[in-house]
């Protein structure tokens, strides 16, 4: 599946030339750059960089509680 933003989000993050990236299901984006050096980024240290329309709501963690009501 090609996924538009990652060219831009990857050259932001290491600059031209990424060998490898990897979109893991928690979040966490992993790199190849093309040194040949791997680079970890958490889901809130690219998220800024991703259009807004990708980006999930700031308010999507559920509220402790609030699905225990019967």
Known sequence: MRIDWTEKVLLKLVGKGALAYALHPDGLLSVV???GQKHWFSAAGYQH??????????SSQTLRGQDDQS
């Open 49 to 58: 960089l991703m259009p807004s329309q990708l980006k999930p709501p700031a």
């Open 33 to 35: 750059d093309r040194k």
